[in-house]
């Protein structure tokens, strides 16, 4: 029972939830089963639910029949039409959510039963409640169509408003298709996982023409899917890139929450190509799409923030060497991060912050302490390590660090392609532990760290290798 979709599907009801359902299947109007009402309330009194207490196929039929003998199939009813009610409550939730949305579908009624007169105010309701909210994204041009079919279908018999009303309809939907079908491309072009059809790349190739030769520039959702179409396809792509960002600043309020982000993420990743290919001022302008980004509540979902992007944040930040703005963030954010992962990342973060200014006693502090169960994070703490110790001369400690090192990497079959890179960090760093003021065998060991292509911390070894005489 644990495992059934009716217990499944509860196990995301937040409170909230909990008291509309149960009123939802109270209401004779969704509900007129007294097993699924008491089914409810008896799984109620659980959530949330520790592994299987209480959930046991025989205890519950007892709970909504005592004293009858167990019936499997009345059992099966009441478990089948409580999820059906959840599923109703879910999609009532979603369309009573939406003030416009509820209004069409008003309206859809009312010209269905002929009640033109009551239908028209509607209307000129659902056209004012649209215009009244902040966003002008492609649902918003797709509801905009959908008020215009309205429109069109009440007046189909009046030939001297259907031209009019047509090409509304048209306009409307030509909108909520090129924002939408600009929006989907460019999702997919990122993703490089779905292979477009020729059809889809064709029409793509019209749609672009098309809005290069037509001036959309008072459309949003058209012009800024356009330049992000145009950011992850053009070889040239900085200006489409800058004009990009200036539109995502004066169109912030137009577009959902995720939709900004995706817009953040895009930005954020192209800006981390150019930097690494040696465009080193994209690093300034990530650096202050993170800081918008932190100041819009961007990159907080439901009040969280993971903790790829809290590194990615600290990351930048120790690159450009604005370590008081990186403490701060670190000690602002720190409750923001998802409780599992909150002391763990915390310290990792701030012992990149003391190694980079650098500060080795307090970053080997926090490393030595702290317990990274993500094995990316270990690893990188455990390199970090080996260069303090090779850096503060602490040789004894470094060859006991370096055993652990490769033992914990040989415990980890998991590893990929980080086996090898890290097992050749520690083979090289070996090395010049050996290694003399002897021109030919500091030349030697240069060439074979130049000439080994699985490596990491390259540059750091490298740099050792030429601070020999």
Not at 42 to 55: E, T, V
Not at 145 to 173: A, T, V
Request: hydrophobic share 35%.
């Amino acid at each position: 029972m644990y495992q059934s979709r009716l217990v499944e599907v509860f196990k995301i009801l937040d409170k909230k939830d909990l008291r509309n359902l149960e009123k939802y299947v109270n209401s004779p109007f969704f509900n007129t089963r007294k097993d699924v009402i008491d089914l409810f309330s008896y799984l109620r009194k659980l959530h949330p639910f520790k592994k299987d207490k209480g959930l046991h196929r025989e205890e519950i039929y007892q709970a909504l029949f005592p004293n009858t003998a167990y019936d499997e199939k009345l059992l099966g009813y009441a478990f089948s039409f409580l999820f059906k009610n959840i599923k109703g409550y879910f999609a009532y939730q979603e369309m009573t959510g939406n003030p416009v949305n509820e209004q069409i579908q008003l309206c859809i009624a009312l010209r269905k039963r002929g009640a033109k007169r009551i239908f028209e105010s509607e209307l000129n309701l659902a056209e004012k409640l649209l215009e009244q909210q902040q966003l002008r994204n492609s649902d918003y041009h797709y509801s905009k169509y959908l008020i215009s079919q309205e429109q069109y279908g009440i007046h189909m018999g009046n030939i001297r408003d259907i031209e009019e009303i047509l090409e509304q309809l048209s306009e409307k939907f030509a909108h909520f298709f090129i924002s939408n079908h600009l929006r989907v491309s460019s999702a997919v072009l990122t993703a490089k996982k779905i292979q477009m059809s020729d059809t889809q790349t064709l029409l793509l190739e019209d749609i672009v023409k098309h809005v290069e030769e037509n001036d959309y520039s008072h459309v949003p959702s058209i012009s800024i899917y356009y330049h992000t179409f145009k950011t992850i396809t053009e070889k040239d792509s900085a200006p489409y890139f800058y004009k990009l960002r200036e539109l995502i600043k004066t169109n912030f309020d137009y577009f959902s929450n995720q939709e900004v982000r995706d817009f953040y993420v895009l930005t954020i990743n192209y800006c981390i190509k150019q930097a690494n290919n040696g465009q080193n001022e994209f690093l300034e302008i990530l650096f202050d799409i993170y800081k918008e980004g932190l100041k819009n509540d961007v990159f907080l979902i439901y009040g969280e923030m993971t903790r790829f992007t809290y590194k990615n944040i600290v990351m930048t930040g120790v690159r450009l060497k604005e370590f008081n703005w990186v403490e701060n963030f670190l000690f602002e954010y720190k409750d923001t991060i998802e409780s599992k992962y909150r002391e763990s990342t915390f310290n990792y973060n701030l012992a990149i912050l003391y190694y980079s200014k650098p500060d080795f006693e307090k970053a080997m502090q926090l490393l030595q302490q702290a317990e990274f169960h993500d094995l990316l994070l270990n690893l990188h703490a455990r390199r970090m390590l080996l260069t303090i110790y090779y850096s503060e001369e602490e040789y004894d400690a470094l060859q006991s660090h370096l055993d652990s090192f490769k033992n914990y990497i040989y415990r980890h079959k998991e590893l990929g392609y980080h086996r090898n890179h890290n097992l050749n960090l520690i083979r090289f760093t070996r090395k010049l532990l050996q290694l003399k003021s002897d021109r030919s065998a500091i030349n030697k060991l240069r060439e074979e760290i130049n000439n080994t292509k699985e490596i990491t911390e390259k540059s750091w070894l490298l740099k050792q290798v030429n601070n020999f005489k």
